[in-house]
Structure formats: structure tokens, C-alpha cells
């Protein structure tokens, strides 16, 4: 093995689309995407176990190492394709350990990663989220080196529920009247979390906007009002059939009669934890 390197998760919770990039605010998770690289005579990328034809991964690759070949293995804490951030921290993941092996500086890395997400249709926002320091990242301006700051503060611990299968990001962002309004709604979300930055500002604009662009699926919209008569701040995660709530997770399950799953929320960056 050439390197291992561990990135941490994100979950946007308000967002707005700006050209390739977007503005918003979300928290950092602890669970995220575990990468080792090996060498190889030709790249192949297993993803949980199996070979992915992995698109964002191979444009890392090939922006860092054109004509190299390497075998990628990654290892998702969390179900891909459901808001967590699993795409964009398997990219940071895999470019730290490439840019090891290359000799390559971290800023390099970072923005292989935004563009290997931007080009494959992976979230706008979540690279520069999770690249900031703190638990609750705010993209005040969009694009890799745009200005974000920590938020608020937030509680220790999340649960995170699946209630069904995931989206795609790509594909929802490309209709354009969705994109308008998922724009519209965000910015105004966005603006007022600002007048007052706090976690209950947060939640209650996470939940206008989720509501007002549209985005929540039925099953979403019964969990979130569902744990709002318990007393319980939630919110949808973007873009996946998944919700956020700040309660303990046998609590939340048993609101919902479903699993949920704890997650630590954390201001890690990513790093290579083992070299060669």
C-alpha cells in the first residue's frame, strides 16, 4: 500500500447553486470515506467492495496523475447518494493519496477534488465545507476558494435516518426550473439564517427552504414534521431521502420506527493517516 487517508462527511442543509459552485450551510460529520492506494498495472477502483466504473475517482486520477495507473479502495462510513458527503470526501480521500504518491501539495489535491465533484455531477458545496475548520460550515461565496466560515455552534452528536433510496445530485440540479427554484429558496434561507446564526435559525431555515424548493420526498416531509411534534430539530439532508436530527438516536427511531445512526460532528480535516 502507497497511502491510506480518511476524509470526514457533510451534510448540506441549505444551499443555493451559483455557476459551479454554491453558497449554503451545513455541519461536518465524523464518519466519512476511507481510501488506500496501491500500486497497480492498471487502475481499477473498488468502492465498498466492489469495482466501480467511479467517475469522480478517475478524474482525480487524471488530473493528478495522468497516464499512472493505481487500484483505489474505498470504504463509505456512510450510504452514498443520500445527502452525507460520500462522494466529495472519496474524492478529497483519494486525491490526498495520490498527491502523497506524486509529491503533490494539499491545494493541489483540493482542487482536483472540486473539480473531479463539479465535473461529475457531485455536490457543489460539499469540498469547501469540508475543508473548513469548523462544525458548521457557511459558503458565503461559491468555488473551492470561496469565503467560508464556521456558522454556529452546534451540538456534539447527529442521528442520521435513510427512509428510502437515495438521488442523484446531477441529474436533480440539471432541470433548470429546479435549479431556479432550489436557488431562490435558498438564497432567501440562507440570508435569514445570517440576520440570526444559530442552530434553531438553522433548522427552521433548512426546513422553509427543503419545503419551499420543493426537494423533500413524502416519506422525508412525514419524518420531519413527525419529529417536530416531538419537540425535535430535523432537517432533510441535500440531496438524498435522509434526515438530520439532533437527538439521540434510539429517541429518533423510536419517533420514526426506523434505524437511526449516531454520528459525532466534528472540525477534522482530511489527512493521509498512513504512508507508505
Known sequence: MIAEAFCPGHVTCIFAPIGQGSVGVGIKLSLGATVRLYESESTEVVIDGEVSPAPVTRAVLSELAP???YRVEVADGLP???GFGMSAAGALAVAYCVAHAEGLSEKEAQRAAYLAEVIGGGGLGDVPAILCDGRAPVRLTPGLDGDVEDGCQVPDEVSLVVLGSGKNTGAT???PSVRDRITLFGRMALSRFLEEPSLESMVSEASAFSSGAGL???EVDRAIKALSMKGIPSGMCMLGNSVFAFAPADVVSDVLGTDAVSCK????????????
Open 173 to 175: 440540479l440539471r432541470d
Open 216 to 218: 423533500r420526498s413524502a
Open 80 to 82: 452514498v447518494g443520500q
Open 67 to 69: 497516464g499512472k495507473s
Open 265 to 276: 460532528l466534528t472540525d477534522a480535516l482530511p489527512t493521509v493517516t498512513r504512508r507508505a
